[in-house]
Nanobody, 122 residues
Framework: QVQLVESGGGLVQAGGSLSLSCAAS?????MGWFRQAPGKEREFVTA????????YYTDSVKGRFTISRDNAKNTVTLQMNSLKPEDTAVYYC??????????????????WGQGTQVTVSS
């Protein structure tokens, strides 16, 4: 069992930056961020494989978002730059402890944080 606690988020103007953090109670094989806008499905944003540091991004955030990990703190950080109104959503941290699986499928992540709101105004 892995518990995830998110922090960060808030309101920012378009073009601004925000940082989200996710602290895990145990070590995961892979951790990721998903987001869900009102009336839409929860979608993949980014993920990182803990042992290798390999990262994965959905096309719409490439070049703007960066995921990183801190081994000492067992924390994953999502740095979001050049934010757009369409980035507005509740952002969820997710974790998978078992080896393998698809990095961008929400069904591969058994553990989830409570979600944090990100609002980008135009």
């Amino acid at each position: 069992q892995v518990q995830l606690v998110e922090s960060g988020g808030g309101l920012v103007q378009a073009g601004g930056s925000l940082s989200l953090s996710c602290a895990a109670s145990g070590r995961a094989f892979r951790m990721g961020w998903f987001r869900q806008a009102p009336g839409k499905e929860r979608e993949f944003v980014t993920a990182i494989t803990w042992s290798t540091g390999s990262t994965y991004y959905t096309d719409s955030v490439k070049g703007r978002f960066t995921i990183s990990r801190d081994n000492a703190k067992n924390t994953v950080t999502l740095q979001m730059n050049s934010l757009k109104p369409e980035d507005t959503a509740v952002y969820y941290c997710a974790a998978r402890t078992r080896f393998g699986g698809s990095s961008n499928s929400r069904y591969e992540y058994p553990y989830w944080g409570q979600g944090t709101q990100v609002t980008v105004s135009s």
